[in-house]
């Protein structure tokens, strides 16, 4: 039998990262997912530029990673795992389409990465596998459509990497964590 085909106790949790480029999403969502490994959970952590890199330099278009993205998030969410982290988004409209695979009933966090442009673009520019990120212009227009997303997205956690250090960036992902599975554990369980 696989461990799929097992009885869950509670739904897998979706942390979601969502921010612009360069915010420093990738970081916090590894670290993210070593610390919660450590702890002994199950963890599958989704990140938008690993699944596109399968098809660069290749890929068709960016919409095509981003519904890949967002079924990959989803198959992992029904596979029995804790926790699920998904890394990379940066607007509404994408948010929706993870949500659209994310199973009933699935416990969403949603973590709004953020920092000055100017602050990306260093971060960028020392980051020599950066490709398009490294150039000024583009990276302040994604940091300006971000802001404009931003107001739609409802964030449980905000946090701004420029002054917020990595490991207080993830305590406060995890303090909140925590909470969502305290509402889990206290709700009513129905049998089926």
């Known amino acids: 039998m696989r461990r799929s085909d097992l009885a869950h106790p509670s739904p897998a949790v979706l942390v979601l990262i969502a921010g612009p480029i360069a915010a420093g999403k990738s970081a916090v969502s590894r670290r993210l997912a070593e610390d919660l490994r450590r702890a002994g959970r199950q963890i599958a952590l989704v990140e938008l530029d ?3 890199d399968m098809a660069r330099p290749t890929l068709p278009d960016w919409a095509d990673a981003h519904r890949i993205f967002a079924l990959v998030t989803g198959q992992w969410l029904r596979a029995g795992l804790d926790t699920v ?3 990379s988004v940066s607007g509404r409209q994408e948010l929706d389409q993870v949500l659209q695979d994310v199973p009933a009933g699935t ?3 949603t973590v709004a990465v953020e920092c ?3 602050i990306a673009l260093e971060r960028a520019l020392a980051d020599p596998t950066r490709g398009i ?3 000024p212009g583009f990276l302040r227009e994604a940091h300006a459509r971000w802001a404009r997303e931003r107001e739609m ?4 956690v905000v946090l701004e990497t420029g002054v917020t250090s990595l ?3 993830v305590s406060r992902i995890r303090a909140a964590l925590m909470e969502v ?5 206290a709700r009513p369980r129905t049998t089926g």
């Open 50 to 52: 690993a699944l596109a």
């Open 85 to 87: 982290i998904a890394e």
């Open 107 to 109: 416990p969403v966090l």
């Open 116 to 118: 000055p442009a100017d």
């Open 133 to 135: 990120s490294r150039d």
């Open 153 to 156: 997205i409802s964030a449980d």
């Open 167 to 169: 490991e207080e960036s």
């Open 181 to 185: 599975l305290a509402e889990v554990s």
